[in-house]
């Protein structure tokens, strides 16, 4: 029978294991945490945010500017119709957490097993894992594995994936012929006329009048600028309620880690008219942008640059407007390119 020292050492030893297990996995998950965070600093956080209508379901037409696919919106108010796919329409269950199999789902049934292991053996519910260090070891391990994994998801999904209802809107509607005429009314860049925006990209329902695209280009700048310097009431004058509310949590995200972001030197490089179309009294236009931008997350105590660089970087991402009777256009939601 062990004495009191030896199973004192024995427990040590099984608490030094643990802490070092801990440290090895915190350290695999911190680089990974900070590498998602700098890369999805800008306005929108990196995510597809908003809606766009009755449309906010579908994949708008590719263009010129941004040929590829569009990611699905990660955050959105609007609701699916009835007559939309069923696979788009509700969240897909199984994977990580699914209600059905999935990690989660095996994990409980490993917990299950080794307990009805235990008591057919003599061991009591939980002899089959070795003790209450074991399984809080355990425990922790396999948390901080499926934060890692989920944040490695996560990432992974808003740029290379699609619900079904966007493979079939793009498999339906494949993108139509893109001619693309520079204004040659500015040099480019915010302020300087329309820049790269092109003109015939998708005959519109709605007619987009070279005003219209001042006014996105100008949006463009002055969103970054709000966010830039988090002001909220800005940002109200220049987005609808539901994105300024995406936005509002993103920027109290950055005040509890204690970080600012800072986005400067935008530039409209390229952009072109996805589609346009009316819906009642609202007006909806979704354009692809391309545009430079030097992009960066300080300290908000010592200044210091925790992520991102000075250095000036290009993103290209697709932006709905929308616009009411007697209002200007607003920023309705931002999706990311695949």
């Known amino acids: 029978m062990p004495g009191i020292w030896e199973t004192h050492m024995t427990f040590s030893q099984r608490s030094r294991t643990l802490f070092k297990t801990l440290a090895v996995m915190l350290a ?12 999805d600093a800008r306005v929108g956080g990196g995510m597809s945010s908003g809606s766009r209508g009755s449309r906010t379901y579908s994949a708008p037409p590719s263009t010129t500017t941004a040929p590829g696919s569009t990611s699905q919106f990660n955050r959105t108010y609007t609701q699916p119709g009835a007559g939309m796919n069923s696979a788009a329409a509700a969240p897909a269950r199984g994977g990580l957490f699914g209600r059905a199999g999935g990690f989660m789902g095996g994990l409980a049934a490993g917990f299950l097993g080794a307990g009805l292991l235990g008591m057919l053996f003599g061991g009591g519910l939980f002899g089959g894992l070795g003790g209450l260090s074991s399984i809080l070891g355990l425990i ?39 001619t693309n005429y520079r204004s040659g009314l500015g040099g480019g860049g915010l302020g300087g006329g329309l820049g790269g925006f092109g003109f015939g990209a998708n005959n519109a329902p709605l007619e987009i009048k070279p005003d219209d695209y001042e006014a996105f280009e100008r949006l463009l700048g002055d969103v970054q600028t709000a966010w830039s310097n988090e002001d909220v009431a800005k940002l109200h004058t220049l987005a609808t309620p539901e994105m300024v509310s995406y936005l509002e949590q993103d920027l109290g995200q950055n005040r509890t880690r204690n970080v600012v972001n800072k986005v400067t030197n935008v530039k409209l490089l390229q952009g072109d008219l996805a589609e346009a179309w009316r819906e009642g009294e609202t007006e909806y236009a979704t354009v692809a942008l391309r545009f430079a931008l030097t992009d960066k997350t300080l300290d908000r105590n010592s200044g210091a640059v925790v992520a991102g660089s000075e250095q000036p970087g290009e993103a290209t991402e697709i932006w709905t407007f929308a616009r009411r009777p007697g209002s200007g256009w607003e920023l309705s939601a931002i999706q990311q390119t695949n």
Do not use: K
């Open 28 to 39: 695999l998950a911190l680089p990974t945490a900070l590498v998602i965070s700098s890369a």
């Open 140 to 178: 922790i391990q396999i948390v901080l594995v499926v934060v890692v994994v989920r944040l490695a998801m996560s990432w992974w999904q808003r740029r290379h994936t699609q619900q079904a209802a966007y493979a079939n809107a793009d498999a339906g509607s494949g993108p139509g012929p893109q």
